[in-house]
């Protein structure tokens, strides 16, 4: 006898990270039964491929949950934060990717390779995956963690435009297209500003830019994106008095977001010690020879499932700090992977 399969329902299957999701499952492991697509009444009727085949896209209501195992959510916090506890309800385990309950004390917040234990414990049958910054650095933070003992982190971000969702795509790609042309724009203080148009979900422009500024403003002029890394990378790693200090910044990427990273350690970390972990660690590629031009950019990464980091260095006047850079593609490890993995952790409970 073949045991059932489990039923999966993905709400914002229409959206930039329900897109790259419905790819990941058609693509891993045939671990589901039934796949439900689930969006806006807007998206309702369409039809999209998933491993294969043709499936319509219901509009998000009770009944969509319906027997379903797993539900992913892939919608604004809002969405999620009335539509999860629905199909958690009804009996659905849910993954929730937006900011609606990572710092809730009764949510875990789970990367595979760094808190499996944690997806457990899930009193609200609700488990969070982080945000896509704090993703593209938590693999390799954590693996230096578990060697050398963290300290403090300083890191600034180079966020994609996809970070920002369909929108933030299509901004980017719609103000390349205003000044593709030009020969002159760019060269005079503001001119840009006149010249793409639309800033779409970015505070300034972003073709032939780079906007330090992400998220929305927060007390003492810190911006939502820089509080989340904080703030989830002591839950993930269970250090909630961590330092850690964030620069987010905007660049006209298109997908896969970079970190330049500090991290100082309980002990002197060599070059080589650090480089060793890395490479040893689950999820990680270490692309690391600046001789050979070898180091990740996010436009050799984008479309990738692991974190790639390189320019690996012990810093130059502390012997327990290291600096490198860490690349990922926001839409896959970034949410969509991270979450697929959890969701077949969980397969064997259903
Ligand atoms: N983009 C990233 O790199 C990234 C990474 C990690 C986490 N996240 C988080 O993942 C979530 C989705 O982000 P995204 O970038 O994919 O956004 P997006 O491209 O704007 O897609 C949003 C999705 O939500 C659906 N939706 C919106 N309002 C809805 C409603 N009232 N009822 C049902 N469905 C609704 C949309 O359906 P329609 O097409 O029908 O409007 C669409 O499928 C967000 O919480 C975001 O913060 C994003």
């Known amino acids: ?78 969405v999620s934060r009335e539509w999860a506890p629905v199909a958690a309800a009804r009996g659905a385990v849910v993954i929730d990717k937006s900011g609606a309950f990572r710092m809730d004390d009764q949510v875990p917040l789970v990367v595979p390779e760094v808190n499996p234990g944690h997806a457990a414990l899930r009193p609200k049958g609700i488990i969070s995956v982080p945000n896509c910054t704090t993703l593209a650095m938590i693999v390799a933070v954590g693996a230096l963690h578990r060697a ?55 505070p300034a422009p972003l073709a032939m830019n780079v906007v330090p500024f992400a998220g929305s403003l927060r007390d003492g002029g810190w911006s939502s994106e820089e509080l989340k890394i904080r703030n989830e990378t002591r839950k993930i790693l269970g250090k909630p008095r961590l330092k850690i200090t964030a620069t987010c910044v905007r660049v006209p990427v298109l997908t896969g977001h970079s970190l330049a ?37 996010p436009a050799d990464v984008v479309g990738t499932d692991p974190t790639w980091v390189g320019r690996v260095r012990q810093s130059l006047d502390d012997p327990k700090a290291v600096d490198f850079f860490v690349c990922g593609d926001n839409l896959r490890k970034g949410a969509a992977l991270n979450a697929a993995q959890i969701a077949e952790m969980l397969v064997p409970e259903f």
């Open 1 to 78: 006898m073949t045991a059932r399969k489990p039923t999966l329902a993905i709400v914002g299957a229409t959206g930039a990270v329900g897109t790259v999701m419905i790819d990941v499952v058609s693509t891993r492991d045939d671990v589901w039964g039934e796949i439900r697509l689930v969006a806006s009444p807007r998206s309702a009727g369409r039809r999209l491929r998933v491993r294969g085949r043709e499936v319509e896209v219901l509009a998000l209501a009770p009944e969509v949950f319906e027997g379903v195992d797993l539900a992913m959510f892939d919608v604004p916090d809002e």
């Open 261 to 297: 990273v500090h991290a100082e350690f309980a002990r002197d970390v060599s070059r080589f010690d650090a480089q060793r972990v890395l490479s040893d660690a689950p999820g990680l590629v270490l692309c690391d020879d600046p001789e050979r031009d070898e180091f990740p950019t």
């Open 148 to 202: 050398f003992g963290l300290r403090e982190l300083v890191v600034a971000s180079y966020q994609a435009a996809s970070g920002a969702g369909q929108a933030g795509i299509d901004t980017l790609y719609a103000q390349m297209d205003k000044v593709a042309g030009s020969r002159t724009v760019g060269q005079r203080a503001g001119d840009l500003r006149g010249a793409v148009g639309d800033f779409g979900p970015f």
